[in-house]
Antibody, heavy 118, light 110 residues
Framework: QVQLQESGPGLVKPSETLSLTCTVS????????WSWIRQPPGKGLEWIGY???????NYNPSLKSRVTISVDTSKKQISLKLSSVTAADTAMYYC????????????WGQGTLVTVSS | QSVLTQPPSVSGAPGQRVTISCTGG?????????VHWYQQFPGTAPKLLIY???NRPSGVPDRFSGSKSGTSASLAITGLQAEDEAHYYC??????????FGGGTKLTVL
């Protein structure tokens, strides 16, 4: 079981870019997919996208125009950038180990809350 | 509105059996995509409960079981315990190349 730790600013202004990092420890980043998933306060889960350790990515069509996910295997980190944020992007953001590229998620980070507000 | 449909809430008394349904269309569960289930307690991250329709990860009690048929899937919990009170989410895949979740079901143990 790997440990995942999300980090980044907890407050982002509207129209700016949300940037988060997920650090993997206790296991390899290679040979796995890694996903970002978010959960608005009091609501359900929404998949944002995944990246393979090699760098190939796939995004939720509803967010695709604003999302970039990247990976740094040397640092064992996965990054998320979401541009042009609005209040609707306020959520708990989780990174998760993704078995099979959008198949299922077997390990999750504790999440980080991002609020979009001026 | 979530892509997979779950009842907002279910309840049961200790020791009873409850089921939570998850319904998706022909491009999702009906297209043969597997269904997975997660358990989430307040203030914590979701935890994988069932994968590939009916498989339990190591450490998940056998009181939890999953099944899938046609365009629907179900999570069953037998011998209900107070510690099972949580939110439960189903998850699958859409043929438009996207992961999809259900809206979640709050289980209350009476």
């Amino acid at each position: 079981q790997v440990q995942l730790q999300e980090s980044g600013p907890g407050l982002v202004k509207p129209s700016e870019t949300l940037s988060l990092t997920c650090t993997v420890s206790g296991g390899s980043i290679s040979s796995y997919y890694w996903s970002w998933i978010r959960q608005p306060p009091g609501k359900g889960l929404e998949w944002i996208g995944y990246i393979y350790y090699s760098g190939s990515a796939n995004y939720n069509p509803s967010l695709k125009s604003r999302v970039t996910i990247s990976v740094d295997t040397s640092k064992k980190q996965i990054s998320l950038k979401l541009s042009s944020v609005t209040a609707a992007d306020t959520a708990m953001y989780y990174c998760a180990r993704d078995i099979g590229g959008g198949y299922y998620f077997d390990d999750w980070g504790q999440g980080t809350l991002v609020t979009v507000s001026s | 509105q979530s892509v997979l449909t779950q009842p907002p809430s279910v309840s049961g008394a200790p020791g009873q059996r409850v089921t939570i349904s998850c319904t998706g269309g022909s491009s999702k569960i009906g297209a043969g995509h597997d269904v997975h289930w997660y358990q989430q307690f307040p203030g914590t991250a979701p935890k994988l409960l069932i994968y590939a329709n009916s498989n339990r990860p190591s450490g998940v009690p056998d009181r939890f079981s999953g099944s899938k048929s046609g365009t629907s899937a179900s999570l069953a919990i037998t011998g209900l315990q107070a510690e099972d009170e949580a939110h439960y989410y189903c998850q699958s895949y859409d043929s438009s190349l996207s992961v999809v979740f259900g809206g979640g079901t709050k289980l209350t143990v009476l």
